[in-house]
């Protein structure tokens, strides 16, 4: 393996918690919706300490999309909207900083807030749910998800952050291009 696929594996295990011990598979790749809705699961990614709540294998299909479009020339943006404490928009900086671009740009798009209170039957059974009104409805403030970016030393001019509900900001984000959303 060489250096830049380990710098890339070792940030998406950190970003899980899966560095300091070990984590069983089934906790980190979770194949079924059942293995991804046990206590375990829900301790370990909700309520412990990951930065994100995507599986590894999601977070390859992130590095993968964004290094399909770096090796293709497809130009844009990359951009995560509803980033909790902000695990998926690390990983792309970082994939961009491995690359050596740096004529991208990762917006983080989130109400800062928690999620928006629900509109239709869907949104009201999940906002109700013991277990999201536990994590006080995914609020994690601002400074926390620039913490988060600092301490990965990525957080520089490449990353733009947009906070406010995505009907306020998205019409009028400053954004050209976007080739990974």
């Given at each position: 393996?060489?250096?830049?696929?380990?710098?890339?594996?070792?940030?998406?295990?950190?970003?899980?918690?899966?560095?300091?011990?070990?984590?069983?598979?089934?906790?980190?790749?979770?194949?079924?919706?059942?293995?991804?809705?046990?206590?375990?699961?829900?301790d370990?990614?909700?309520?412990?300490?990951?930065?994100?709540?995507?599986?590894?294998?999601?977070?390859?299909?992130?590095?993968?999309?964004?290094?399909?479009?770096?090796g293709?020339?497809i130009?844009?943006?990359?951009?995560?909207?509803?980033?909790?404490?902000?695990?998926?928009?690390?990983?792309?900086?970082?994939?961009?900083?491995?690359?050596?671009?740096?004529?991208?740009?990762?917006?983080?798009?989130?109400?800062?807030?928690?999620?928006?209170?629900?509109?239709?039957?869907?949104?009201?059974t999940?906002?109700?749910?013991?277990?999201?009104?536990?994590?006080?409805?995914?609020?994690?403030?601002?400074?926390?998800?620039?913490?988060?970016?600092?301490?990965?030393?990525?957080?520089?001019?490449?990353?733009?952050?947009?906070?406010?509900?995505?009907?306020?900001?998205?019409?009028?984000?400053?954004?050209?291009?976007?080739?990974?959303?």
């Amino acid at each position: 393996m060489d250096f830049k696929s380990h710098y890339l594996e070792t940030i998406k295990l950190s970003l899980v918690d899966g560095l300091n011990a070990p984590v069983p598979k089934t906790i980190l790749s979770p194949q079924t919706l059942e293995e991804q809705s046990t206590d375990k699961w829900f301790d370990h990614f909700w309520f412990g300490k990951t930065l994100t709540m995507c599986s590894q294998k999601r977070l390859d299909n992130v590095q993968f999309c964004i290094e399909s479009c770096i090796g293709n020339g497809i130009p844009g943006d990359l951009i995560e909207c509803g980033v909790w404490r902000g695990g998926v928009s690390i990983l792309m900086r970082a994939v961009l900083a491995v690359h050596q671009v740096n004529n991208r740009t990762v917006w983080v798009a989130d109400s800062f807030q928690g999620l928006p209170k629900p509109d239709n039957d869907l949104d009201q059974t999940m906002y109700k749910m013991p277990k999201v009104q536990e994590t006080n409805f995914f609020s994690v403030p601002l400074a926390t998800v620039e913490s988060n970016f600092h301490r990965y030393s990525l957080l520089d001019e490449q990353v733009q952050f947009l906070p406010g509900w995505f009907c306020d900001t998205l019409p009028l984000a400053p954004i050209s291009k976007l080739s990974v959303l």
